[in-house]
């Protein structure tokens, strides 16, 4: 399970506001965010099983973020890692939507993705037909459609909403949205894969579980002017914090290019 809370277009000064959370496996290995020594001009975590990443921003101003599809659906040998369709963006000239239209949805398990820039955000499902532009508005996204009823992405989106009209967002009032430790109801829960003990633990915001839970939560801010702020802190799997990695940069392109 994962769980972003994203605003476009919505705050004056800040026309792109997203908080993710990674809730991974606690043995999967995992580099904490950094400039990629292989894609210098490319900063995120790192997934060291798969090389890929669920996060990550480049300094031409273009961001990405994966996350998983929870369905019955098995991952087959063939499919490639979700990870690529982050660092395909990134690595591209094409605007979000033109990018999105060129990925070949079959080769991967479920997934759901965002990519975008400053100006122009999209979305993009292979468990849904077409893509979405991403207008001005509030967004949740876990491990179903983006927006799907699930508590933990209605509340997120409700708190991020409240941020934003008090005019509170910032660093840390949004990493204290996504350390939401509250389940979600237990007519969410569902069992047909898991325990019950382990199903509702799920359903809260920041997961902890011994095994499983929140790596990290990950917060990014783009203002009018073309400077991002990247901030990753990380977490054990009792819920502590262990890290904190802080970044900074102005975009040398704002804008999108078509080759």
């Not at 809730?23 to 890929?52: I, N, S, Y």
């Not at 801010?221 to 799997?237: I, L, Q, Y």
């Amino acid at each position: 399970m994962c769980l972003i809370a994203l605003s476009v277009g919505q705050h004056p000064d800040y026309p792109l506001i997203l908080a993710a959370n990674r809730d991974e496996f606690h043995a999967r290995p995992t580099k904490e965010a950094h400039w990629w020594p292989d894609k210098p001009d490319v900063v995120g975590g790192r997934d060291l099983q798969a090389g890929g990443t669920w996060l990550a921003v480049h300094r031409n101003g273009r961001f990405a973020t994966v996350t998983n599809y929870r369905d019955a659906m098995a991952s087959k040998p063939g499919h490639r890692s979700r990870g690529h369709l982050v660092t395909g963006f990134l690595d591209g000239t094409l605007s979000p939507e033109d990018y999105l239209a060129t990925i070949e949805e079959d080769r991967y398990a479920g997934f759901n993705l965002i990519v975008g820039t400053r100006d122009e955000v999209a979305y993009l499902s292979n468990r849904e037909d077409g893509t979405r532009k991403l207008q001005t508005g509030t967004y949740g996204l876990s491990n179903a459609l983006l927006d799907g009823p699930w508590h933990k992405v209605e509340s997120s989106k409700e708190k991020l909403q409240e941020l934003l009209e008090r005019n509170t967002a910032n660093e840390s009032s949004l990493m204290r949205l996504m350390n939401d430790r509250t389940k979600g109801p237990v007519s969410e829960v569902k069992t047909d894969q898991l325990k019950f003990d382990k199903a509702h633990a799920i359903t809260a915001p920041f997961i902890v579980m011994p095994d499983y839970g929140t790596r990290c939560t990950t917060v990014v801010m783009v203002d009018t002017g073309g400077n991002w702020r990247f901030t990753e802190r990380r977490f054990d799997p009792a819920g502590h914090t262990t890290g904190e990695s802080k970044f900074s940069f102005s975009a040398s392109v704002t804008r999108n290019a078509t080759p």
